[in-house]
């Protein structure tokens, strides 16, 4: 055998693969066109599933599950704002009450109490104004303490 008989016979034995090659490729790119009606039910089924999320979150939040939520443990008493995002919350554990400090970074403990009694408002500003002195000089010496460490 020489050479060329060689690859006649290669030749020969490829044809067959490469032509059922071909016939596979062409109804596979047939079948691969995918058409508008296809498109619009695959969008139709995402929005569904979206729309179906949305609204078992919408059911939790409007009923509150028992055990989801404010379980009386933990309840915060009041809360003011010393700057664009810090805050000092006080907020009741039990028989204490917690006075947090609140800012992007984290949650720092300023001082922890004995559960006090809220004083009793009566809507008029001579009446908050008190506690409202009282709370923002209590709160200045926590500061100093804290800074002079």
Known sequence: MNHRDTVC????CAAPFGAAAQAQSAPAAATSMIGAS???GLFAGTLFVLAVI??????LKRF???GYGNSGVLRV???TAVGQRERVVVVEIGASWLVLGVAAGGVNLLQQMPRAEMPATTGTA??????TAAFASWLKQVMDKRNAK
Request: glycine residues 12%; charged residues 0%; without cysteine.
């Open 126 to 131: 001579g009446a908050n104004a008190q506690p």
């Open 38 to 40: 296809q498109i619009f």
């Open 64 to 66: 509150n599950p028992s």
């Open 9 to 12: 016979i290669a030749a020969l």
């Open 54 to 59: 949305a609204g078992i979150a919408w059911l």
């Open 77 to 79: 008493v009041a809360g």
